[in-house]
C-alpha cells in the first residue's frame, strides 16, 4: 500500500511561486508515474502534469513553461514547482501514483490560493 503526503500549498501573489512535494510511503514508488492534480471550486479535477517512471513529463497546456514536474525515486517524492501563478491556479492540488494511466493511490490535497 502507498501513501501519499502533500506539502507546500499556500497564499502567494500573482507572479509568484511555490513548489508542491508530494512523499510516498511504501515500496516500488519508482514503478508508478506520478501526477499532480487540482480541482478549483465548482469544477471537475483535472491533471496538470505528470511524469513517468523512466522521466518523461506531460503537461497541462495552461500551465506549460511556468510549472515543471520533477521526482527523487531515492527519497520517494515527486514535486511541482510552479512559477508566474495565476488567480486561475487557484485550487486543491492533488498528487496522484499511476499504474496504467490508472490513478491508484491519491494524496488527501494541499490548497494553493493565488490572490490578484
Known amino acids: 500500500q502507498v501513501q501519499l503526503v502533500e506539502s507546500g500549498g499556500g497564499l502567494v501573489q500573482t507572479g509568484g511561486s511555490l513548489r508542491l512535494s508530494c512523499a510516498a510511503s511504501?515500496?516500488?514508488?519508482?514503478?508508478?508515474?506520478m501526477g499532480w492534480y487540482r480541482q478549483a471550486p465548482g469544477k471537475q479535477r483535472e491533471l496538470v502534469a505528470h511524469?513517468?517512471?523512466?522521466?518523461?513529463?506531460n503537461y497541462l497546456d495552461s500551465v506549460k513553461g511556468r510549472f515543471t514536474i520533477s521526482r527523487d525515486n531515492a527519497k520517494n517524492t515527486v514535486y511541482l514547482q510552479m512559477n508566474s501563478l495565476k488567480p486561475e491556479d487557484t485550487a486543491v492540488y492533488y498528487c496522484?501514483?499511476?499504474?496504467?494511466?490508472?490513478?491508484?493511490?491519491w494524496g488527501q490535497g494541499t490548497q494553493v490560493t493565488v490572490s490578484s
Open positions: 496522484g501514483a499511476l499504474l496504467k494511466a490508472i490513478v491508484v493511490h
Open positions: 511504501g515500496r516500488l514508488f519508482s514503478i508508478y508515474t
Open positions: 511524469i513517468t517512471s523512466g522521466g518523461s513529463t
